[in-house]
Each structure stands twice: as structure tokens, then as C-alpha cells.
């Protein structure tokens, strides 16, 4: 078993190591502010391959919930997700899918999550010594992780229980839960927490959402100083990487995202040659063609913002160990990006979200990318659709699958998106 996940993450080494090599000689700008993601990911394989190969133990576990707790007892730890998808070319995704469509899941159920769970069936997957469960934002999610349980077995897994609600008596209750997940990872890896270290990594890991903050901000400038989705692989640093969550390394990515955006901003420059449309993405980014580039070249569209790359947050009080493992807890149950905390939670939190994105940005129009596995997005349309008209701005659903070019084809999106926009007088 473990010859099979070797050979698939040594082909994804591979994969980063002539991405890095591409970007380390590609003179853009642009292109050089985003090698710290290369790297980092490149890491992530390396040292879960060092792990197998060695018999260390190593931890599969998850952005959304206190990944500084991993980082302060160096452990190195990788999310669930990454190997089902650490790929991008389609032939490639579409052979895993044709493997996805022989289990026998509901076909309605998130094509992520079937992705996650067709590697571990295949055996591709690497099993980790724990694990950390994820019961939120869904109950696909949710489904996902008994399955993996079934499958893993001997793995020991701690499940945190998110509340539903978002009051003090939640936090509260949820705090309890993080804090349970210290006695965990010290029993399962031989290592005691240390509570100075811990400190550090959260002060480390809030220069790092503070200046995520800034980079929000600076993307309200028109023209906008960056790219569509120029956000995309700011979470991956801040929350999804063992070397950068926390650490310098990340603080230093996002320092160089800052600066770059700023120097737009003082020279009044646009990423575009000519800004005609900002567009609010509001729903995950499709993974299997370049949609971004399409916009900005064929209509003059630029995503200010988008699912992934909307900053939420609120810095944490390290003034104590209490305070910091109730900000953690805060940050991963109510704070966490728009999936999580809109998922999770009532309708008025995703309209409020979209109220302040529309607002503070000067957008244009939305679109709802409607990825199939999220039932919550389905449910809310007409309330969005009712808002934007509120907000005096566009709004355009189009149904897809943000992991399954099969679902809806590359052409039938650009026909729909580019129709909305003659329609609505933008382009």
C-alpha cells in the first residue's frame, strides 16, 4: 500500500519541482510573488514522503480547525484534501473521476469529497499515524470522515463537535473541544504542547492575517492592483502549509503580496490594461480551466474577490494560554472563510458577506458559480439574487462543478457568463 501512495506523491514531487523551476526563470512579477506556494507545497510532499519512507509519524489534519495547535508541536501534518487533488492537468482529474463514478456514492454528493474518498479507497492516500476530523461546514463532509474511520481503522481520530449556533455559550463549548485536541496529539505523538511555543506561532500566524486584512483592502482601489483571484493561494499560507502556517516564511509571501499590491495602488495601476468589470466570485473557484485569464482578456473582467480569498477574520489576544485557544476556537468555528462560516451557519451570514464584499469593492456584478455539492448555495440563490437587485449590481448563478469538467462543459460557462454580461450592459 505504501508503495502506491509513494508512487503517486513522488509523481506530484516531481510536478512541483519543474513548477518551481518554470516559475524561478519566468521574469514576471506576478509569477515570482507566488513561488513561496510552490515551495511550500513542494515541502508538504517531501516531508510526507520522508514520514512514510522513515516511519515517523506524521498527522493528517485540517485548515479549518487550529492548525497552530500542529505547527507549535512540529508536527508535521498534511489536510485530507491535498493528495486527491494536488493535480491540475485534466487527464489526469478525468481518470481519477472515471474511478470516482465506480464507487457507490450518491452522485449528487460533492465531487471533493467523492475525490477524498476514491483515494482512500484506492489506497492512494497517505495514512497517517491520527487524524483530525472535519465536521463542518457539511454533512457531506461529515459522511466523508465516518467513511474514512470504516477504511482507517486502526488510526486514532479526534472529532471536534462544532455547535450550530454562534454565541457565547458556543464559543464557549467549542473552545473546550480545541483545547481537548492537546491531550490527543500529545498521547498519539509522544510530544508535550508548549504554550510559549504556541504563542509564538499565533503571533507569527496574526502578522499574517493582519496583512491578509491590508491585501483585502488594497483590492477596493480602482482599477484594482492585482489580478483576478490574485487571492487564491493566500489561504494555502496562512492555514493549509506545514512550513508557512505561523511561520516566518508565510509572513514574508504575504509581505510581498502587500508590498506589490501597494506599489500598484501609489502608481495608480490597474492588473488590467483597461478595468471594465469587477466581479465578486462567490462560490469555490473552478480547478479544471483557467477562468480568470479568460475574463480578464475576453471582456475586461477582473475578480477583485472570491470564496477563498475573502478575509474574515479577527486577530487573536495571546495575552494568555486561555485567550489564545478561545480565539482559535472562534477563528475556526465562526471567523473561518466563507465556506465554513456560511456553510455552517444561517442565511443571513452568506448575505451579509455579500452585502460588505458588493459594498466596500465597488463590484459590479455577482456570480454564484452553483458547484453542485453545495446544497446551501442552492438553497440561498433567490435570497442572493434578491439582494443584488437591493444592492443595485447584477447577479448570474451558473450551475457547475468546480472539480468535473463533465458536469458542465468549459464552453457552456463562458456562453452563459459572457451572455450575462451583453444582457446586463457590462460588456
Not at 210 to 232: I, N
Amino acid at each position: 500500500m505504501a508503495e502506491k501512495v509513494l508512487k503517486r506523491l513522488n509523481y506530484f514531487r516531481e510536478v512541483r519541482i519543474a513548477t518551481l523551476k518554470w516559475a524561478e526563470n519566468t521574469p514576471v512579477r506576478e509569477v515570482q510573488l507566488e513561488i513561496p506556494i510552490v515551495r511550500g507545497a513542494l515541502a508538504e510532499i517531501e516531508a510526507t514522503i520522508h514520514c512514510i519512507e522513515t516511519g515517523e509519524p506524521f498527522l493528517a489534519g485540517w485548515y479549518a480547525i487550529a492548525p497552530e495547535l500542529y505547527q507549535a508541536m512540529d508536527l508535521h501534518w498534511y489536510q485530507f484534501c491535498t493528495p486527491s487533488i494536488y493535480h491540475k492537468r485534466k487527464e489526469l482529474l478525468i481518470k481519477d473521476l472515471e474511478e470516482v463514478d465506480q464507487l457507490a456514492l450518491p452522485a449528487d454528493l460533492c465531487t471533493f469529497h467523492r475525490l477524498i474518498l476514491r483515494s482512500v479507497v484506492a489506497g492512494d492516500m497517505p495514512k497517517p499515524t491520527a487524524a483530525i476530523s472535519l465536521q463542518l461546514p457539511c454533512d457531506g463532509i461529515s459522511a466523508v470522515h465516518h467513511i474514512i474511520q470504516h477504511y482507517w481503522s486502526d488510526v486514532p481520530m479526534y472529532i471536534p463537535d462544532p455547535p450550530y449556533l454562534e454565541d457565547e455559550r458556543s464559543i464557549n463549548y467549542y473552545t473546550q473541544e480545541i483545547m481537548n485536541m492537546v491531550p490527543f496529539l500529545e498521547k498519539n505523538f509522544g510530544k508535550k504542547m508548549d504554550f510559549d511555543k504556541l504563542k509564538e506561532v499565533v503571533e507569527e500566524s496574526n502578522k499574517q492575517y493582519q496583512l491578509w486584512m491590508e491585501f483585502d483592502e488594497l483590492k477596493r482601489a480602482v482599477p484594482c492592483p492585482v489580478a483576478s483571484f490574485a487571492g487564491e493561494n493566500i489561504r494555502s499560507m496562512v492555514q493549509g502549509l506545514p512550513s508557512t502556517v505561523g511561520r516566518p516564511a508565510g509572513t514574508d509571501y504575504m509581505r510581498g503580496k502587500v508590498a506589490y499590491a501597494e506599489e500598484k495602488v501609489r502608481a495608480k495601476q490597474g492588473a488590467l490594461k483597461e478595468e471594465k468589470i469587477r466581479v465578486f466570485w462567490f462560490d469555490s473557484i473552478p480547478t479544471w480551466f483557467k477562468l480568470g485569464s479568460w475574463l480578464e482578456k475576453e471582456w475586461g473582467a477582473n475578480v477583485i474577490n472570491d470564496y477563498e480569498s475573502d478575509y474574515t477574520y479577527e486577530l487573536i489576544d495571546t495575552s494568555s494560554t486561555e485567550s489564545i485557544m478561545r480565539g482559535l476556537a472562534k477563528r475556526s468555528l465562526i471567523d473561518m472563510g466563507s465556506m465554513v462560516r456560511q456553510s455552517r451557519s444561517k442565511a443571513d451570514t452568506m448575505l451579509s458577506d455579500l452585502t460588505r464584499v458588493v459594498t466596500n469593492q465597488k463590484i459590479d456584478c455577482v456570480i454564484c458559480a452553483g458547484h453542485m455539492g453545495h446544497k446551501d448555495m442552492a438553497a440561498a440563490v433567490g435570497l442572493m439574487r434578491e439582494r443584488c437587485r437591493e444592492l443595485g449590481v447584477a447577479f448570474l448563478h451558473v450551475e457547475m462543478d468546480c472539480y468535473d469538467p463533465r458536469y458542465t462543459s468549459e464552453e457552456a460557462i463562458k456562453d452563459k457568463i459572457s451572455k450575462f454580461f451583453v444582457t446586463m450592459g457590462l460588456g
